[in-house]
């Protein structure tokens, strides 16, 4: 693998990936907003099986999928959903939606509240951890 340019930020080579959930989305959700002025955007992910999901907010991100909390558009009931970051295929962000559809809306954070959900990434073998903290006899004196 070719050394990454300095200022240049790595990629998974995946467009939907946790940086962009974990930083790039938020933002964009909240650029947008103070452009076209909405409080409740409708942020829709849309996965390579055709489904759209109506997201309401991040729950998490990890190095493999993100957790939504997402609703559908003919019921206000709220689910929780699991995606892998190969099957997004398209992420929107729409204008408030009308009076009856309310609860499609994305819930922005509050300033200085906490981003979301994070799992940190996935920890070394223990046995990993043990060998690379063993010193060589020279400096064990």
Not at 7 to 36: H, S, W
Not at 47 to 64: F, K, L, Q, W
Not at 75 to 81: A, D, N, P
Request: proline share 10%.
């Amino acid at each position: 693998m070719p050394p990454v340019q300095q200022g240049a930020v790595p990629t998974t080579g995946i467009p939907f990936d946790r940086m962009f959930f974990q930083n790039m989305l938020p933002a964009a959700i909240k650029a947008y907003c103070e452009q076209v002025h909405c409080v409740a955007p409708q942020v829709q992910v849309a996965t390579v099986d055709g489904t759209v999901h109506h997201v309401v907010g991040i729950s998490g991100v990890a190095d493999g999928w993100v957790a939504l909390h997402a609703t559908r558009e003919d019921h206000e009931h709220t689910m929780e959903i699991f995606l892998p970051y190969q099957t997004i295929y398209r992420v929107e962000i729409h204008p408030e939606a009308d009076s009856a559809h309310n609860h499609l809306g994305f819930s922005l954070p509050l300033d200085g509240a906490p981003t979301p959900a994070l799992q940190a990434p996935a920890e070394e073998p223990k046995s990993a951890r043990k060998s690379a903290r063993k010193k060589p006899a020279a400096e064990k004196k």
